[in-house]
C-alpha cells in the first residue's frame, strides 16, 4: 500500500493576496490540483483539500485557510487527521534568497525567517518535513522584504511565471515518486 503525501500549498487566503509573491506555494499546488482533476473543498483542518492520485501516488493537496504565519496549525491537524508522520509532507513556498523562477527543495532545515515554515515547524514540532521552495528573488533597492511579498509579480515576471509554476509542480511529481536526491539533480538547475 503506496502512503499518501501531503502536499500545502502556503499563501494567504482570499482575492487580495492570490498574485503575491508570498502565494507561490498556492498557485503551484493549483496547478497539481489540475493536473490532477481534482477540485477544491473545505476540510474540518482548516484546509480546502484536493485528493486524488498525482504522478501514481496517493496525495491530498492543502491549502491552509489561515494567514501565511498561522500554517502550521492546519498543515499538522491534516497530518494528525490522516495520521501521517512529518516525513510524509511537502511544503511548497516562496524563497527570498533563491533567484526568481529558480525551485530548490530539502529536507528539514532552518525557516530562514518565512513565518509560514516557522509556524509548521512549531505545530509539527519537527523540522523534518520536505519543503519545495519557488525562487522569488531578493526585493530592489531597500524595499522591505514583508512589503515585496505582499506585492504582486513584476509585468516581466508574470511572463516567466506559468513556465517557473510548471516546473515547480514538476520537482514536486519527481520529489514524490523518485525522491529527493533525484529531484535535487534535476532541478537544482537555475532556469534558462
Not at 503525501?5 to 497539481?32: D, E, F, S
Not at 481534482?38 to 492543502?62: K, M, P, S, W, Y
Not at 511565471?161 to 515518486?177: H, K, N
Amino acid at each position: 500500500m503506496d502512503e499518501r503525501w501531503i502536499i500545502a500549498g502556503l499563501g494567504n487566503p482570499g482575492p487580495a493576496y492570490a498574485g503575491t509573491r508570498h502565494n507561490a506555494g498556492q498557485m503551484v499546488l493549483a496547478l497539481l490540483a489540475e493536473r490532477m482533476g481534482a477540485r477544491f473543498r473545505a476540510h474540518r483542518t482548516r484546509n480546502d483539500i484536493a485528493e486524488g492520485r498525482l504522478a501514481g501516488q496517493t496525495v491530498t493537496l492543502a491549502r491552509p485557510q489561515s494567514y501565511m504565519n498561522l500554517s502550521g496549525g492546519p498543515v499538522a491537524a491534516l497530518a494528525a487527521f490522516y495520521k501521517l508522520p512529518a516525513q510524509r509532507i511537502v511544503a511548497l513556498h516562496d524563497e527570498l534568497d533563491i533567484p526568481f523562477g529558480a525551485v530548490r527543495l530539502k529536507l528539514g532545515g532552518g525557516d530562514n525567517g518565512h513565518n509560514g515554515l516557522r509556524s509548521i515547524t512549531a505545530s509539527l514540532g519537527t523540522r523534518d518535513y520536505y519543503r519545495v521552495r519557488f525562487g522569488i528573488g531578493r526585493p530592489p533597492g531597500r524595499m522591505d522584504p514583508a512589503a515585496f511579498v505582499l506585492r504582486d509579480f513584476s509585468p516581466a515576471e508574470c511572463k516567466e511565471l506559468p513556465l517557473a509554476v510548471d516546473r515547480c509542480a514538476d520537482a514536486v511529481q519527481t520529489l514524490i515518486t523518485k525522491g529527493l536526491a533525484e529531484a535535487q539533480n534535476t532541478y537544482h538547475t537555475d532556469p534558462a
